[in-house]
């Protein structure tokens, strides 16, 4: 909003940006509004350093090389969730064996992770062999198979078997 023009809103504040804001409440029509889409982020903190590895850029996804995917958008919490329950009926030997061999080949061939890995032609070796890691474990479909090419299998792994300690039922 302009200088000024918050005398008679009832609920308005200064933004990170100098910039007045006004609740949505209060919003008038000729207002302009910015939002920020709600996202879904987590480290699991081994050492206490870890805490800062977490950077993200302008573009609001994280720096560096190990983890672009993140942060999530809070609507693919669910997709999180469905590649979790896809995973059901493997062993914890089984999941852990796909991930390392798809992660093997992705520094083995430089491939990349998020965005950029779900942009590789279908002909692609390292797409190809997703394919078939996935096909020959019995668990392929193109959610998997895109949770897989991003990283995201990684990061539910990460979140399930470390962070949540969850049990694989076939193992007991």
Not at 17 to 42: A, E, K, N
Not at 66 to 91: C, F, G, H, M, T
Request: glycine share 6%; hydrophobic share 35%; charged share 35%.
């Amino acid at each position: 909003l302009e200088e000024g023009s918050t005398q008679d809103r009832q609920r308005w504040f200064k933004g990170a940006d100098d910039g007045t804001w006004v609740h949505v409440c209060d919003l008038r029509p000729g207002d302009r509004v910015q939002f920020m889409p709600s996202t879904f982020d987590y480290e699991y903190l081994d050492t206490t350093a870890r805490r800062f590895e977490i950077f993200y850029g302008e573009d609001g996804q994280r720096r560096g090389e190990d983890k672009p995917q993140r942060p999530y958008l809070l609507e693919e919490v669910s997709e999180i969730q469905s590649v979790w329950q896809a995973l059901d009926p493997l062993k914890k030997s089984q999941i852990y064996q796909i991930e390392a061999s798809i992660e093997a080949k992705r520094r083995a061939w430089n491939k990349p992770r998020g965005r950029q890995a779900l942009e590789l032609p279908s002909e692609d070796v390292f797409r190809r062999f997703v394919q078939d890691v996935l096909r020959e474990a019995e668990t392929y479909s193109e959610s998997l198979e895109k949770a897989a090419l991003s990283g995201m299998l990684s990061d539910v792994l990460e979140l399930y078997l470390t962070i949540a300690k969850e049990e694989v039922d076939h193992d007991k």
